[in-house]
């Protein structure tokens, strides 16, 4: 009789176990070659510079993009509301978990963005699952960029209708798919405002064009967007376009320095996914601490556009110098910053190489990325200084010329 847990200590000692599920090397291997770059473990956090294991590195691994995680008045406003409200809810939204705090962000949110109504879940990951399962019913179809995050791909596999895929920020190709669609479905367009590996924008305009034509409606993640485009208001504001997104999907674990998530769409919509999104209803709410740093990360977003500026700012330098340097930068125009180096064992053995010399990059390797496609990830934050900017770009030289990456 087979041992359902026999594939586990395979992953862990069997290489080939590991390369039939996409893999590059088992975990073991990744670790005998000390380039195994995953669960590491931070001993102190300055927001741009961490320690681990008593070495001091430059952070370029986080989506903290305003650099609020440390600020004094979001930390101040999350030890206030443990000291007011606890450190949980203790229940769901629908039943005890909702604190008149909740509302107060979903009022604020809804501004923000630019729609009627907001609902808060207690992760942006819970957000997708939620208003996929709860608005895509049995005859319905969603149709997904091809490298959208697995939040939506899981939402997809969770809601009772179809899903369809289209090529990758391909007006055209979504085109084809929408039209091969029976006419009487209901139809829902998903896509990522800001791709989360390759930091491209969605081509809104030609996508939107599009859902209209196929009478499809159309939800933005804008989990990397908020904060950093459109004066901060994300992905819809940087093209004019907020009124013709129908949904807006946001997080708080990357610009917003705290957990947890957001839909913002017309009320009847959010009304009707705040009593059927079952990772909303079955599930406990946002702690107080959370809902009350995101808040205040809120008034600095809009306070200090400065922020927007400036992370954006880092980013066109450091993209324009790792582009001269040779580096291959994809088609990146926002502060994630993918460099593709392709084999996977290669791309750990970059990633060891930074980190050595004193950089903290993130490893993408598939199934996160397409096969043949790994990557490493650099993401900026408004509160990097220039000298550790210059410092990160000596050091990519040098280890990119060491190991034959850039000439
Ligand atoms: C595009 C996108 N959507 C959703 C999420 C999920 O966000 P959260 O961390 O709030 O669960 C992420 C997080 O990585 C993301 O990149």
């Not at 009789?1 to 026999?6: A, G, H, I, Q």
């Not at 008045?73 to 909740?102: D, K, W």
């Not at 599930?283 to 992370?311: F, W």
Request: with cysteine.
């Amino acid at each position: 009789m087979p041992d359902l847990f026999e594939k586990c200590r395979g992953f862990f000692s069997d290489p080939s176990v590991a390369e039939s599920m996409g893999y590059p090397a088992s975990p073991n291997r990744a670790k005998e070659l000390g380039v195994y770059p995953f669960f590491i473990p931070l001993d102190q956090t300055e927001g741009t510079e961490v320690t681990i294991q008593g070495q001091r590195l430059v952070m370029l691994g986080s989506n903290n993009y305003l650099g609020l995680t440390m600020h004094p008045e979001v930390r101040e406003a999350a030890v206030r509301a443990i000291r007011e409200f606890g450190t949980s809810c203790t229940g769901s939204r629908f039943l005890n978990g909702t604190l008149a705090l909740h509302g107060e962000l979903e009022r604020r949110l809804a501004l923000f963005v630019g729609k009627e109504k907001a609902l808060v879940f207690s992760t942006g990951y819970q957000a997708n699952l939620g208003v996929l399962s709860a608005l895509i019913g049995r005859s319905d179809i969603v149709v997904c960029d091809k490298e959208d995050h697995a939040s939506l791909i899981d939402g997809c596999r969770l809601a009772l209708g179809r899903m369809a895929r289209f090529r990758h920020n391909s007006a055209g190709d979504l085109d084809r798919v929408l039209a091969a669609c029976p006419p009487d479905a209901g139809k829902l367009v998903v896509v990522d405002g800001v791709f989360s590996m390759g930091g491209e924008i969605v081509s809104l305009p030609d996508v939107l064009a599009v859902c209209r034509k196929h009478a499809a409606r159309l939800l933005v993640d804008d989990a990397h967007g908020m904060g950093v485009l459109g004066g901060g208001r994300g992905t819809a504001a940087h093209f004019g376009l907020v009124d013709e997104v129908d949904l807006i999907v946001g997080t708080f674990s990357k610009s917003f320095a705290s957990i947890g998530g957001f839909v913002a769409g017309d009320e009847t919509t959010i009304h009707w996914i705040q009593h059927l999104a079952r990772s909303l209803i079955f599930s406990a709410s946002l702690p107080a601490p959370n809902v009350a740093a995101a808040l205040v990360a809120l008034d600095i977003t809009e306070r200090e556009p400065e922020r927007v500026e400036r992370v954006n700012a880092i980013a066109d330098r450091m993209r324009e110098s790792l582009k001269d340097l040779g580096f291959d930068v994809g088609e990146s125009e926002t502060p994630i910053i993918p460099i593709f180096i392709g084999d996977s064992l290669d791309t750990m053995h970059a990633w060891r190489a930074l980190f050595d010399a004193g950089v903290y990059v993130n490893v993408a390797i598939p199934p996160a990325v397409p096969q043949g496609k790994a990557l490493l990830r650099t993401s900026y934050m408004a509160t990097h200084t220039d000298e550790q900017m210059d410092r990160v770009l000596e050091i990519f030289a040098s280890v990119g010329k060491s190991l034959g990456l850039i000439a």
